[in-house]
């Protein structure tokens, strides 16, 4: 599959302090860790760039390296996690060029599918996000507009709220049955819920 003229930003640079883990290193499968099971999923929807933002406690350099390798993704290290969500992806958002398009994509929800990917695209909007939604419920990830990447670049409050922030553009919903766009995994029990089968076979 070719490169789109679309990027995915994956945000992975906070603290993971109630769960006491890194959350890109949790296992989504016995061999695949989140933040490689999100690079690998955005490489195949035929990403131009990928753009993981993580903690800079967190940064293990052999590990990333060699998905670098593997795959077309840049990693920004997040020297300042205390500045919340919003400076992450102002740090990601930075690293863009041309791209009309970009997915933000939390850590924390692992779940993203092509099927998704490729439902959000069809949705797209210049000006506005396209979103997943489950019952009413908005999910993971969005799909922006270069209007909205032109926005945050140029926003200068770091801790403002992302939710907050989009309520001034165009919201797009898709419906989905997909139940699991609306996860969060931000506690070990949130990630035994979701992993048993993971966390059995990783002992």
């Known amino acids: 599959m070719g490169k789109k003229n679309i990027s995915a930003i994956i945000l992975a640079g906070g603290d993971s302090e109630r769960l006491s883990f890194p959350k890109p290193f949790l296992l989504f499968s016995p061999r695949i860790t989140f933040i490689e099971k999100l690079i690998r999923i955005y490489s195949k929807f035929g990403c131009r ?3 993981a933002v993580v903690n ?12 670098t390798s593997n795959f077309n993704v840049t990693f920004v ?15 990601g958002i930075s690293k863009l060029t041309s791209e009309k398009y970009c997915f933000i994509q939390n850590i924390d929800n692992p779940f993203t599918n092509l099927s998704l990917l490729n439902r959000l695209n069809k949705v797209k909007s210049p000006k506005g996000y396209a979103t997943p939604v489950f019952k009413g419920k908005g ?9 909205i990447i032109h926005g945050i670049k140029n926003e200068l409050p770091n801790d403002i709220n992302l939710r907050v922030f989009l309520n001034k553009y165009q919201r797009i919903e898709t419906p989905t049955n997909y139940e699991k ?6 506690t070990l029990n949130d990630y035994r819920k979701y992993f048993y089968n993971a966390v059995k076979q990783s002992r």
């Not at 999910?139 to 209007?147: F, V």
């Open 139 to 147: 999910g993971h990830p969005i799909l922006i507009g270069g209007g």
């Open 49 to 51: 760039k990928i753009i």
């Open 181 to 186: 766009i609306t996860a969060n995994i931000n």
């Open 56 to 67: 800079k406690k967190y940064f293990v350099e052999n590990y990333l390296s060699e998905i």
């Open 77 to 91: 290290i997040n020297k300042h996690p205390e500045s919340g969500k919003f400076y992450s992806l102002k740090l």
